[in-house]
């Protein structure tokens, strides 16, 4: 059997069983939405622990012309990740939309880097969901 994984090119590759390591399911939401869980499964765990929050840009109401979805929305700024390896080197970014689906989520330790201002206007936009 054939097996492939993703290596430094960003891209499958052709790899030994050894050398392949399949990572749990990603923790998603709802209609597999992108849940704060599922950010800090992606980023957390890679090297120099990227991704951290640093403000809240927007939050997006549910079915909106901003956020067609059935969840709040929120993008946020973060620290500069490497969105992708391309052959000119990586392409990075400092922008994640997540998408929040249920209450709780406003709590979820992605947050903790945000100053205590932006963790209100979460924790606000939730409050409407009970």
Known sequence: MKRLAIGESGRPEPSTPGDAHAPPALPVGPR???????IR????????NECRAVRVKRI??????????????AVFE?????RAT????????DEKHVALTRPADAGDPLWATLPA?????LHRAMESLQ
Request: charged share 20%; net charge positive; proline share 15%.
């Open 86 to 93: 391309l052959p000119e080197g990586p392409l990075m970014a």
């Open 32 to 38: 597999n939405a992108v849940t704060p869980a599922s």
């Open 41 to 48: 499964f992606i980023y957390w765990g890679r090297p120099g």
């Open 78 to 82: 973060c620290t500069p990740f490497t």
């Open 60 to 73: 997006h109401r549910p079915h909106t012309r901003c956020n067609l979805g059935p969840f709040f929305k």
């Open 117 to 121: 201002r932006d963790q209100e206007r």
